[in-house]
């Protein structure tokens, strides 16, 4: 069993950066696949990045690919997602979610694929 929390949304303006945290619980969260979604209001839920458990791996959106980075620090159980040059596009509610992944070198995309889900974290980009 995994519990995420995500933490370090807010409010920023169009062109700033923020970073997101998902802090992982759980005695095999290192070996556990991490991708952030998000989802904005009226819309269905988009994966953004992905990374796998060893951080060998990474997986970008198009919309966010050069500007959004997602890294892990598996002795803190973290997963990070730093976000430059933001958008009013990207104003969205930001999910971290977790797979067993252990070995595995493919980053999903799919949200089904992800057994376990944090609260989620508010981003709002204002122009």
């Known amino acids: 069993q995994v519990q995420l929390v995500e933490s370090g949304g807010g409010l920023v303006q169009a062109g700033g950066s923020l970073r997101l945290s998902c802090a992982a619980s759980g005695r095999t969260a290192s070996t556990y696949a991490t991708a952030w979604f998000r989802q904005a209001p009226g819309k269905e839920r988009e994966f953004v990045a992905g990374i796998s458990w060893n951080g060998g791996n990474t997986n970008y959106a198009d919309s966010v690919k050069g500007r959004f980075t997602i890294s892990r620090d598996n002795a803190k159980s973290t997963v990070y997602l730093q976000m430059n040059s933001l958008k009013p596009e990207d104003t969205a509610a930001y999910y971290c979610?977790?797979?067993?992944?252990?070995?595995?070198?493919?980053?999903?995309?799919?949200?089904?694929?992800?057994?376990?889900w944090g609260q989620g974290t508010q981003v709002i980009v204002f122009a």
């Open positions: 979610a977790a797979r067993p992944g252990f070995l595995k070198v493919v980053v999903s995309t799919q949200k089904n694929d992800y057994n376990y």
